[in-house]
C-alpha cells in the first residue's frame, strides 16, 4: 500500500512561469515533509520542508503547501529556470521513526526555456 | 556538498556473484540509511542504523545484510547476485531526523547478468 503518492508523473512548464507539484499521503501519523529534488546519475539532494504544524514554508524561489485535512502537499516553484529540470521527490517521517523516510514515485519537471 | 560516498558507482555482474557496496560518510551522523529504486519508482528503505552494531530491516524485503561496525561505514552485501537484484542503490546518512535533511551519496547502479 504506497502511503505517499505523487500523481503525475511529469509536468512541463514554461522559464519565467510557476511549477506546482503535487503530493499526497495516507498515513496520519506523518509528522514532516520534504521535497528532493534529483538529477539523472546523483542521489536525492534536499530542497525545502515542512513541519505538520504548519501550513507553509518558505525558502527563495520553493514554497511547500500543506493541507493536513486533505492530506495534501504541493511545491510551488516561482519563477522556474531551466536547471530546475529534475525529478522532485515527495518524502514523509514519521517523528518516531528517527528519519525513516517514505517517499513517492517522483515527478519529472521540464522547463524549457 | 554532501560528504557521502558510494563505491562503485556503475557495477555490472554475473548470476551467484557475492558483491559489497561501499557507503561512507564523513559528517560523523550516526543515522544511516539504504534504499532501492528501480526506475520511475519511488526510493525504499531496505536497511537502517542509529549507530554502531546497530542495524535494522526496512520496509521492502532484501536479501541484503548490512553491517556497521565503524560510525562512517555502512556497507552493504549481496551474497549470491541475481538478475531480481538489478536496480539503484542509494545511501543515505543524517544527524537529528525530524524533518531535517538527509544526506544522499550519489548512489550504485547494478546489473546482474
Known amino acids: 500500500d504506497q502511503q505517499v503518492k505523487q500523481n503525475s508523473p511529469s509536468l512541463s512548464v514554461q522559464e519565467g512561469r510557476i511549477s506546482i507539484l503535487n503530493c499526497d499521503y495516507t498515513?496520519?501519523?506523518?509528522?514532516?515533509f520534504l521535497w528532493y529534488k534529483k538529477y539523472p546519475a546523483e542521489g536525492p539532494t534536499f530542497l525545502i520542508s515542512?513541519?505538520?504544524?504548519?501550513d507553509k514554508n518558505e525558502d527563495g524561489r520553493f514554497t511547500v503547501f500543506l493541507n493536513k485535512s486533505a492530506k495534501h502537499l504541493s511545491l510551488h516553484i516561482v519563477p522556474s529556470q531551466p536547471g530546475d529540470s529534475a525529478v522532485y521527490f515527495c518524502?514523509?517521517?514519521?517523528?518516531?521513526?528517527?528519519?525513516?523516510?517514505?517517499f513517492g514515485q517522483g515527478t519529472i519537471l521540464t522547463v524549457h526555456p | 556538498e554532501a560528504d557521502i560516498y558510494q563505491t562503485p558507482r556503475y557495477l555490472v555482474i554475473g548470476t551467484g556473484k557475492k558483491i559489497t557496496l561501499e557507503c561512507s560518510q564523513t559528517?560523523?551522523?550516526?543515522?544511516m540509511y539504504w534504499y532501492q529504486q528501480d526506475p520511475g519508482m519511488e526510493l525504499h528503505l531496505i536497511h537502517y542504523?542509529?549507530?554502531?552494531?546497530?542495524?535494522e530491516k526496512g520496509d521492502l524485503s532484501s536479501e541484503s545484510t548490512v553491517s556497521r561496525i565503524r560510525t562512517e561505514h555502512f556497507p552493504l552485501t549481496l551474497e549470491s547476485a541475481r538478475p531480481s537484484h538489478t536496480s539503484q542503490y542509494l545511501c543515505?546518512?543524517?544527524?537529528?531526523?525530524?524533518?531535517?535533511?538527509?544526506?544522499f551519496g550519489q548512489g550504485t547502479r547494478l546489473t546482474v547478468v
Open positions: 543515505a546518512s543524517s544527524e537529528y531526523g525530524g524533518g531535517t535533511e538527509a544526506f
Open positions: 498515513n496520519s501519523m506523518f509528522d514532516y
Open positions: 515542512i513541519s505538520s504544524i504548519k
Open positions: 518524502a514523509a517521517e514519521d517523528s518516531t521513526s528517527y528519519g525513516k523516510l517514505t
Open positions: 559528517m560523523g551522523h550516526d543515522k
Open positions: 542504523s542509529y549507530g554502531v552494531n546497530s542495524t
